[in-house]
């Protein structure tokens, strides 16, 4: 896995006519918000998550090639590596941010996870 550290960050946002910007929402002061989401490409399943403390500023990032695996084990392997990469360093109150649906509920206990 890839995991960088940022010390300093600058969420600056770049503007494509052909994109929709989304714009990140930031935890409660004090907490860390992890992002994660999965790719696919080819039969290679994609992951990578992205910490964020509440003001913005960049902490953590990694990705990783899972190889050939469903894309629900992607996103849940992601979702993992970006929470032990939260831990790690101490932080204990992270917010968790993903787009599928079957992984949040599995982590929140409302079904099993893949």
Not at 42 to 52: C, E, N, Q, V
Request: proline share 6%; net charge neutral.
């Amino acid at each position: 896995m890839l995991v960088d550290s940022f010390p300093r960050g600058d969420p600056s946002p770049t503007h494509n006519k052909n994109h929709f910007i989304l714009i990140w929402v930031s935890p409660p002061t004090g907490l860390v918000k992890q992002n994660f989401d999965d790719s696919c490409i080819d039969l290679s399943t994609l992951g990578g998550f992205i910490l964020r403390e509440w003001m913005g500023q960049l902490l953590k990032l990694g990705a990783c090639d899972y190889g050939t695996t469903f894309i629900t084990v992607a996103e849940v392997r992601a979702m993992r590596d970006g929470i032990l990469m939260a831990i790690q360093p101490g932080f204990q109150r992270i917010v968790v941010e993903g787009d599928n649906k079957t992984v949040i509920q599995a982590a929140q206990g409302f079904g099993r996870a893949p």
